[in-house]
């Protein structure tokens, strides 16, 4: 098998978990992820099989969708619902105030990562030093939000919900916007619920879901769920024939006409055999797809 698996991840799992689920139900051990969700969140998760892995830089490097409610009236140590949550004595804010906030969110700024996080400075990684009562001063860095809509308001007890659709970049993390949300509107905030709605160029109403996955290993139809990984990746393509395509995935550098950067290269069946760059007229190999009998 080569290619990517739109996995509906559940609340709970770790991503590492679905990784090791494909790989029970595949055979292999050469499987990977492009983009990392926590366990508390849900939605598309592309699992990558086979010589896929290869093209998880890729993969990974695409614009993201996600389905979020943002809890206002309330603070997490973690900035999710994993918490400990604790209320803050401040009067909840109008709808319009929430999307005025919202707003500034939008465009490309500097994000300070969650303490609670995977990040690592100098070998420690952020999550465990949180829990050791040690937190890491995290630099901030840079992202880009595409969108923010209001989708609903829910109001409860002391505090509000506030579901958002919201289209980014690679790098955002949601939770710091529920954070930093609340800090704008002295309410404070945290990420209540989170579902990935789109992950390189997977959909979520495509995704199937771990038991469905099962089922299809069980019925021997497993290889029905894994997508070709070339229509999923984001680069221009380039189609060689026989010769040029033998030479391509045995690392050969050729003459090649065309726009300079980064391209997909099919064969003349138009089936993906790799990722080249093309530079002052001459295509180069970056990653090719291994050819042959238990390639």
Not at 55 to 63: I, K, M, N, V, W
Not at 158 to 186: F, H, K, N, Q
Request: charged letters at 25%; a negative charge; one cysteine or more.
């Amino acid at each position: 098998m080569l290619g990517v698996v739109n996995l509906d991840k559940p609340v709970g799992p770790t991503s590492h978990d679905m990784v090791g689920l494909l790989r029970r139900l595949t055979g292999t051990r050469r499987i990977g992820h492009a983009g990392t969700l926590d366990p508390l969140a849900s939605g598309v998760l592309p699992i990558l099989v086979g010589a896929a892995t290869r093209f998880s830089e890729e993969l990974t490097g695409g614009r993201k969708r996600y389905d979020a409610v943002i809890r206002i009236g309330q603070t997490s140590a973690t900035d999710d619902a994993e918490g400990p949550i604790s209320a803050v004595d401040a009067p909840l804010p109008s709808e319009e105030a929430i999307a005025a906030a919202l707003s500034g969110f939008v465009g490309t700024f500097d994000q300070r990562p969650p303490a609670f996080s995977a990040r690592k400075v100098a070998g420690r990684t952020a999550y465990r030093a949180a829990r050791a009562g040690e937190p890491i001063d995290l630099p901030p860095r840079t992202v880009t939000v595409d969108s923010i809509d209001v989708l609903e308001l829910s109001p409860g007890e002391g505090w509000l919900d506030v579901r958002i659709d919201l289209r980014c970049a690679p790098g955002t993390y949601v939770r710091s916007i529920a954070r930093d949300l609340g800090e704008r509107l002295g309410t404070g905030a945290h990420l209540h619920a989170l579902r990935r709605t789109e992950a390189a160029g997977l959909l979520a109403a495509d995704a199937l879901t771990p038991d469905r996955l099962e089922a299809l290993a069980t019925e021997g139809r497993l290889a029905e769920a894994v997508r070709p990984v070339g229509g999923l990746l984001p680069l221009p393509s380039v189609s060689l024939d026989a010769d040029a395509a033998w030479r391509f995935v045995h690392g050969a550098t050729q003459p090649h006409d065309g726009s300079s950067g980064r391209v997909k290269v099919l064969d003349a069946a138009g089936e993906l055999i790799g990722v080249g760059s093309v530079a002052d007229g001459e295509l180069q190999p970056e990653k090719v797809v291994p050819q042959g009998p238990g390639a």
